[in-house]
């Protein structure tokens, strides 16, 4: 398989990293005068709506993911949601519902870190190509594929180092219908600086993951 050009060589190769997990915090500072705080920590959860709310509200429009981590929308506004850990994408109707199983990769694999399957895009001409594309964690590597939902997974991009921290994952489609994906260094931070390595870089290429003849 040909090695992609590089894109850029990023000089801080964290800004790549996907981490699958976040921390939270509190504080004990007094509310403003005037405010009242109300409300109990065993309240129970909003029940999913598919009314429109006003400019500026929060609302809960599909509940039960477990680790959800890519997200992409289909022309018709469905959202895609990848469930990092379970390999699972689900669809979530448009507006708010429950969301169903559409498609599992099998081969995304995380062994307690940041990898599995992770980020999704949309091709841009799904209305008559219906693809759908994923970075995904396996047991040997970080690869980028692409498929019909329900159908087989064809691998694009393979070989790029994983790890237990830091395999990236983001992608999307550009402007120029070329696809984008942000490969993040696994924890050797050197990666992000050699231009030999793919790890830490972005990486530009076309739906069939080959490198653009205008690639810098």
Known sequence: MARLKLLAVLGCATALAACGSGGTSTTDAAPPAGVTVTGSAAAPAPTPSA??????????????????????????????????????ILRVPRGGGTPHRVMTIADAYNDGGEGGLLGLAV???????HEVYAYVTTRTDNRIVRFRLGGKVV??????????????????????????????ETGEMGL?????????????MTPNGKAPSDNP
């Open 51 to 88: 009314s429109v709310g006003r400019a500026g509200d929060v609302r809960t429009i599909a509940t039960g993911l477990e680790v959800p981590w890519g997200i992409a929308f289909l022309p018709g506004g469905d959202a895609l949601v990848g469930e990092r850990d379970s390999g699972r």
């Open 123 to 129: 091709s841009p001409s799904y209305a008559r190509d």
């Open 192 to 204: 992000a600086q050699d231009p030999g390595a793919l790890n830490g870089k972005i990486l530009r």
């Open 155 to 184: 691998p694009i991009l393979t070989g790029l180092r994983r790890g237990a921290i830091h395999n990236g994952g983001r992608i999307a489609f550009g402007p120029d219908k070329l696809l984008y994906a942000g490969v993040g």
